[in-house]
């Protein structure tokens, strides 16, 4: 069966652009999370839904990120107003519960570069 | 709140030896333990996790890992490493709740030498 998926995998974007990422979980899967990877770190939490719902955003680190799953299925993460800070790997991960102990897949994440 | 601390972000090995990578984690609430493998070019993958029970833990491809409460570690631990075990590995925790973000480590770059 299909795992996560992501597009684009790559992104090059001019500093003050907008930028749509969008992640395709495994279907059925209930929750969704995206983190975001600087180079050399580990991964950070960003945002978490539970079907369309939206319980966690607590990560995203200003108003210029925004994050939505309207259907429970498909999510894209929006970044308004690109800054070269937030160049990074954005990946996304779906879990089949709502439940902390159930494994998270991850997709392969969308590199992206702000000039 | 959480941390994740991976002491050594490179560990050089040769190939067939034994290795351990370290891990240590602070929470004020109980955590599941997990550790994760990003091989080049490709997503992070589950190698393991600790969820309750024998503290001793094996994985995939020959990955086991030991949960010491006390110490609050959750080492990462390889009898004999290949070639193939070069990889990014994420020590990480997820508090007791529902599906709750999961808070990793800096890593460790695993590199096998021939």
């Known amino acids: 069966g299909a795992g996560v998926s992501q597009s684009p995998r790559y992104k090059v974007a001019k500093r003050g652009q907008d930028v749509a990422l969008r992640c395709d979980p495994i279907?059925?899967?209930?929750?969704l999370f995206w983190y975001q990877q600087a180079l050399g770190q580990g991964p950070e939490f960003l945002t978490y839904?539970?079907?369309?719902?939206?319980?966690?955003k607590s990560g995203l680190p200003s108003d210029r990120f925004f994050a939505e799953r309207p259907e429970g299925s498909v999510s894209t993460l929006k970044i308004q107003r690109t800054q070269q800070e937030d160049s990074a790997v954005y990946l996304c991960?779906?879990?089949?519960?709502?439940?902390?102990?159930?494994?998270?897949?991850f997709g392969p994440g969308t590199r992206l570069t702000v000039t | 709140a959480q941390s994740v601390t991976q002491l050594d972000s490179q560990v050089p090995v040769f190939e067939e030896a034994p290795v351990e990578l370290r891990c240590n984690y602070s929470?004020?609430?109980?955590?599941?333990l997990f550790w994760y493998v990003q091989y080049p070019n490709q997503g992070l993958q589950l190698l393991l996790k600790?969820?309750?029970?024998?503290?001793l833990v094996k994985g995939i491809n020959g990955f086991e890992a030991e949960f010491n409460k006390s110490q609050t570690s959750f080492h990462l631990r390889k009898p004999s490493v290949h070639i193939s075990d070069t990889a990014e590995y994420f020590c990480?925790?997820?508090?007791?709740?529902?599906?709750?973000?999961?808070?990793f480590g800096s890593g460790t770059r695993l590199s096998i030498r021939p």
């Open positions: 929470s004020s609430v109980s955590v599941y």
């Open positions: 990480a925790v997820s508090p007791y709740s529902s599906a709750s973000k999961i808070i």
């Open positions: 839904f539970q079907n369309e719902a939206q319980l966690d």
């Open positions: 600790y969820l309750s029970g024998s503290t």
């Open positions: 279907s059925g899967h209930v929750s």
């Open positions: 991960a779906s879990s089949a519960l709502a439940v902390s102990s159930y494994e998270q897949y």
